[in-house]
């Protein structure tokens, strides 16, 4: 068997909140909790566990996560960002505030979610699509 990636956990205050939110965006939905955790799978089998944090932690790490989607599925999830009227970029140091990037031919924008991950969906793998 081939290495691949599974799981991870995302530490948040809310895990109902922030997995409610990511599923939105992504066009997901949340999966049934499982002890603390409740889970957003995406298209090819990777879950994102959402567990809250120790109540005595006041700020949690942002993490970056990054997500290939389709033209359509951008189209979709930047309506979301803009009904939610979120600030976002067009590149990771936050420059182009509320604008998009076409890098690689593709489109591609930055945000943050409700425990201040930065979030970045991508239409074109960065360097191109391979052949």
Excluded at 31 to 36: A, H, I, K, L, V
Aim: glycine share 10%; proline share 7%; net charge negative.
């Amino acid at each position: 068997m081939s290495v691949q990636f599974d799981h991870t956990i995302v530490g948040c205050h809310d895990n109902r909140v922030s997995a409610e939110f990511w599923a939105d965006i992504l066009g997901s939905e949340t999966g049934t909790p499982w002890g603390p955790f409740i889970p957003v799978r995406t298209a090819n089998g990777v879950t994102f566990d959402f567990a809250n944090v120790p109540p005595n932690i006041t700020e949690i790490q942002p993490q970056h996560y990054a997500f290939l989607i389709s033209e359509a599925e951008f189209d979709t999830a930047y309506a979301k960002i803009q009904r939610y009227r979120l600030e976002h970029w067009a590149d990771p140091q936050q420059r182009g505030v509320n604008t998009i990037n076409h890098n690689d031919g593709g489109r591609g924008v930055y945000f943050k979610d409700p425990a201040g991950h930065f979030l970045e969906l991508i239409t074109v793998p960065y360097g191109g699509w391979r052949e």
